[in-house]
């Protein structure tokens, strides 16, 4: 009777669920006769009905112990195997297969090789069977009780895991000899492989932490589905990395790291940690945009309107994008250039990129670097780091998905350093042109091509951006807004922006220009524009809870300066206006401040004292500096001012610059100094229609000084009809409004000579002396010839 994959052996007892037509007569007929039949293994299981030829010649001589029908159909016969033969003639017969059968007989002897095999099997089974978890330990003790060598061997066979074919040839080796020999060196493999396992079993359970449970049972499946041929979802994930690198256009060098990366995470396991790692290093490297970019929008009149429709003024920097795109059209390839705007908070810098990105029609990215003081923020960690990643340059990148986004580094000169790096000295090579086509970050471990990449910085102060970082920058200085460009900006932007915020309807309300410029002026004091936005979002958010108010939806509400108080309250601020009266020792000078010009009253008296010098007003020591300077002037021009030789030995004299509290610094109030100190000493009085600007040198020279627009602003502002400026800086009127230029008599002066002829007047007063002690040696009198 063929058997599809079991094989019996001699001295075994073994159920069989017999199913098939022919082996159930085979089964019946045995029964009916002497209850002997042979057994055989199929060569191929999956053969239903076996020939002569899918059958093996050798098999074993079984009894029939008992048989017992099932309720299906089937039949469970118990077997005993007696012994070993051959099939040596196939007898031809429709209701099962009968054969010629050759009986062999167990052949027993023994010698000191067959001892020693015995002895050589009984320990090699103790061995598996303490590796192998199948085998019940009772078995040792039952095994090595036997002392028959073939029946020792056909016991064995039996309990071992091995396949159909190997234990056929043990049950073909009629030498109890070469059957121990045999299933001595399938045991020794076994036992290999058994110790492999243990070794899998141990490292692997070794590794394991939190997840092991988790983890075995994915190995385990992985395996079982190897096994069965099953989908891997591993190898899967393989096969779409490998699709990706290679349709996606990198660099050589980036593409043979991909590639190598690839063929080390074949080689580990999927739930391993490294694994993990190399997977989100192929998928950074795979996602960055290498060769996708955006066609630049090279029509110089529609960038020129965006621009003006974001912005007002601006025109150097307009002027630099402009120029920018010229280029382009006559190059089509040149490398982005690096522009840094420098200038106060709220001109607008940051929105300026946003509008640069607009009118080129590409890709903005915005990386605002204040406080940082990592450089692995810039260049990135590596990858030996847990969580590395890349640095926020190639992340902004990735996040734009475009090789050629405008880049605005805001608030470049807000980076600090500590022991974590300098990340100033990290962006040389990102700010660099010659060098950003091969940027490395420590991620990647690949260059990356910034070169077509339009880098915009932003910063307040220039000096803080270390020197090396701002040679490769294009600087381009934005001054703050003067009275008659914010007055347009709110007009254009904050207002009608402001009111669509709060829900009102622009035709229902109006500022006039009087209430914005008393805003300005004497609500805010900037030189951006966004404490003018917030007083007049103030304004509407008052207007806005009236209209609700209000049973009248269709009211009209008109913002003029009587109305102004009632929404923002008292003013908060003054600005400078001239002198009621031209007075002896008092001279105006003009200022420059972050938020713009501002007049400078400088204060002079003369008391009986012994040439000393007082100053006072919070000053700078560039100021002080300034006024020796002026006083040095004075008395090296007493012959020209009418005075005596050694007149300062006889007075002291005390320079007052008020507003105490706030501090000032700088040359330009040189020339003021010298006019106050000369108008006190020599008791003419200075023109009050008058201001001036100008750093003063001991002989006299007057130097150029810089603000210039917005000192002119703050002095037309100030009722001033006449200003004096430094001759260096008649070039600087250029930038002056033509409104300012008509409204202001500007008198360009190169020594301190022309200040005096134009700032004193010709009729002199008595020197306020006269509470000096009767006892003095000289009247005050005396001091003019």
């Known amino acids: 009777m063929p058997l599809r994959d079991i094989v019996v052996f001699p001295h075994m007892v073994v159920p069989l669920f017999v199913g098939r037509a022919k082996s159930i007569q085979a089964i019946e007929g045995a029964m009916e006769r002497d209850k002997n039949i042979f057994l055989v293994t199929q060569q191929n299981p999956k053969v239903d009905d076996p020939a002569e030829e899918d059958i093996f010649t050798i098999g074993t001589i079984a009894q029939i112990i008992q048989v017992l029908k099932l309720p299906d159909g089937t039949v469970k016969a118990l077997v005993e195997g007696r012994g070993r033969g051959r099939i040596t003639r196939f007898i031809p017969n429709d209701a099962c297969l009968f054969a010629d059968v050759e009986i062999f007989s167990d052949v027993s002897f023994e010698s000191p090789v067959v001892e020693a095999l015995v002895r050589s099997v009984n320990d090699a089974f103790e061995k598996y069977v303490g590796l192998s978890k199948k085998v019940p330990p ?13 029946r020792l061997a056909d016991t064995i066979i039996a309990q071992l895991g091995v396949g159909i074919g ?21 045991m020794e493999k076994e036992i290999e492989i058994l110790e492999i396992e243990k070794r899998i079993r141990n490292r692997v359970k070794s590794q394991m932490e939190r997840s092991q449970k988790e983890y075995y049972l994915n190995e385990q499946m992985r395996a079982i589905q190897k096994e069965l041929g099953e989908k891997d979802e591993f190898k899967q994930e393989l096969r779409a990395l490998e699709d990706k690198i290679k349709k996606k256009k990198m660099s050589k060098e980036a593409t043979d790291k991909a590639m190598g990366e690839l063929r080390k995470l074949r080689m580990m396991s999927p739930m391993s940690a490294e694994a993990t790692v190399v997977r989100n290093y192929l998928d950074w490297l795979t996602s960055l945009p290498w060769r996708k970019g955006t066609r630049d929008n090279l029509d110089i009149g529609h960038a020129e309107q965006v621009l003006d429709t974001d912005h007002y003024g601006l025109r150097k920097v307009k002027e630099r994008i402009l120029e920018y795109l010229a280029v382009q059209a006559l190059v089509k390839k040149i490398k982005g250039p690096i522009l840094c705007l420098v200038g106060p908070p709220g001109v607008g810098k940051t929105s300026l990129g946003r509008s640069i990105a607009r009118a080129l029609e590409r890709e903005f990215v915005r990386l605002s670097l204040g406080g940082v003081r990592d450089e692995a923020e810039i260049r990135g960690h590596r990858r030996t780091y847990i969580g590395a990643m890349p640095g926020k340059i190639i992340q902004s990148l990735r ?17 600090s350093t500590d022991f974590r790096g300098d990340p100033s000295a990290a962006l040389l090579e990102v700010l660099d042109p010659e060098q950003n086509n091969t940027f490395g970050d420590h ?19 220039l000096f803080a951006i270390p020197g090396p970082l701002r040679d490769r920058m294009e600087i381009i200085r934005i001054e703050g807004y003067i009275e008659e460009e914010k007055l347009n900006i709110a007009q254009k932007y904050l207002i009608p922006k402001q009111v669509e915020a709060h829900g009102l309807v622009p035709q229902r309300i109006s500022f006039s220009e009087g209430a914005l410029l008393e805003i300005i002026r004497r609500y805010t004091r900037e030189a951006g524009v966004r404490g003018l936005e917030r007083e007049i979002a103030a304004i509407c958010r008052k207007i806005a809870r009236e209209t609700v108010k209000s049973p009248d939806k269709r009211k009209t509400f008109g913002v003029s300066v009587q109305r102004l108080k009632h929404y923002l309250g008292p003013p908060r601020y003054h600005y400078g206006v001239r002198e009621q009266e031209s007075r002896v020792g008092l001279a105006t000078g003009l200022a420059w401040t972050e938020v713009g010009g501002e007049l400078l009253t400088i204060e002079t008296t003369v008391l009986p004292g012994q040439g ?8 700078g020591e560039v100021m002080r500096e300034s006024s020796q300077a002026a006083l040095s002037y004075v008395r090296s021009r007493w012959r020209e001012l009418e005075l005596e030789r050694n007149f300062y030995h006889k007075l002291d004299l005390h320079i007052h610059v008020p507003e105490g509290a706030i501090p000032k610094d700088g040359p330009s109030a040189g020339i003021t100094m010298a006019t106050a100190l000369a108008s006190a000493i020599t008791g003419r009085p200075v023109d009050r229609n008058l201001a001036m600007t100008g750093e003063i040198t001991l002989r006299g020279r ?10 002119l602003l703050a002095a037309k502002r100030a009722g001033i009809t006449r200003v004096l400026i430094p001759e260096d800086n ?3 009127l250029e930038e002056v409004p033509s409104g300012v230029l008509k409204a202001l008599d500007i008198i360009p002066v190169a020594h301190m000579d022309q200040v005096l002829t134009q700032a004193l007047l010709d009729k002199p007063v008595d020197l306020p002396l006269e509470s000096v002690d009767a006892n003095a040696e000289e009247s005050p009198e005396a001091l003019h010839h």
């Open 138 to 150: 009772e078995m040792v003790s039952s095994v090595s009780g036997i002392l028959d060598p073939s």
């Open 166 to 186: 190997d234990k056929q040839a043990i049950l073909a080796a009629i030498d109890p000899h070469e059957r121990l020999e045999k299933l001595l060196g399938l």
């Open 399 to 415: 996040k734009a998905g475009s090789r050629n986004p405008v880049f605005l580094l805001d608030e470049i000169d807000k980076m």
């Open 443 to 461: 991620f990647l471990d690949v260059d990356y091509d910034l070169s077509s990449v339009l880098f915009v910085a932003t910063a307040n102060n």
């Open 612 to 619: 000393k010098l007082t100053v006072t007003g919070k000053l």
């Open 702 to 711: 007057v130097l150029a000084i810089g603000g210039v627009k917005e000192k």
């Open 730 to 732: 008649r070039k600087d």
